[in-house]
């Protein structure tokens, strides 16, 4: 059985103990040379970002070769360590790790996924040198999309109500820790492990085609004129929220009554939830947290 989970402090970050119970095999995970690394702060786009490399490595679904699986199944969350649904025959449920599915895997490249902060990431990604996709969304649309998540989604602790939520936000106690260390750190490794490859979330909405062209240049792949048209279609928002390999519809840690997994998907909708004194005193944070000048998101002045 799922349950909403404590804030727990584990070595100086904020999580929950489904993101800590197989700490050990994390830390200890043997990586391969070919592994695609996908790695977020919650809800910048990583799911969006995770079926684009499933479909650009192992293709679209089609009648003579269909493809089974939701997208957990298909690009792992790595640090997940999950109970099951429960047996009909009894007996406790069967727990999913992240790090033993991934050992099972016999596909190449495998694709990850992690919100893991950089400090946290197993040496053996780095000494594998392999190649790490890192996906930035600006920090007040991230904390609207959280909220909501938090909202929904059974095995996160309980949100409590929008302006507390912010301000925890603002003192990074989210599970997954701080959303400036997160993005400013990851931002910062790029300086010196030249296999990372730093998106925007905000340029994938302007220009899903352009983003996907840089994609497949950082992953050395050539897609024909046809897959790519049919690659963007599958991953526009509209034709995802319909899609069962993604839109969490029926996972039953998902109240999506409350709110949808697939939301809005916009740039923006920050302005729908800020008072304007909210947006002050955040802006005002900001600019003390986010020091380096190198690090834009698109459309900042
Ligand atoms: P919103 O809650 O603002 O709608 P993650 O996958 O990292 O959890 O991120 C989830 C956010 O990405 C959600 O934001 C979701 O709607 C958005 N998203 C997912 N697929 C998208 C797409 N195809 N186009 C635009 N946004 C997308």
Known sequence: MVSRPELIEFQGEW???YFRDNWENIQNFKARPDDVLIVTYPKSGSTWVSYMLDLLYYGQSTPQSPRTGRLHERVTVF???????????????????????????????????THLPVRFLPKSFWEQNCR??????????????YFHFDRMSLVQPEPGDWNSYLHRFMEGKMVHG??????????????????LHFMFYEDLVEDTGREIDKLCSFLGLSPSVEEMEGLKGTVEFDSMK????VNQVGFPW???KISSFMRKGKVGDWKNHFTVAQNEEFEEDYKKKMKNPTLKFPNEP
């Open 178 to 195: 701080s959303w400036y260390d997160h993005v400013s750190s990851w931002w910062e490794k790029k300086t010196t492990y030249s296999n």
């Open 132 to 145: 790490i996709i890192y996906v930035a969304r600006n920090a007040k649309d991230s904390v609207v999309s």
């Open 15 to 17: 999580t929950t103990h």
């Open 254 to 256: 998902m109240d999506t």
């Open 242 to 245: 319909q899609d069962m390999v």
């Open 79 to 113: 640090e997940m360590c999950f109970p099951g649904p429960q047996p009909e025959s009894g007996g406790p449920p069967p727990v999913y790790r992240g790090t033993e599915q991934l050992d099972n895997l016999v596909t190449s490249p495998r694709l990850i996924r």
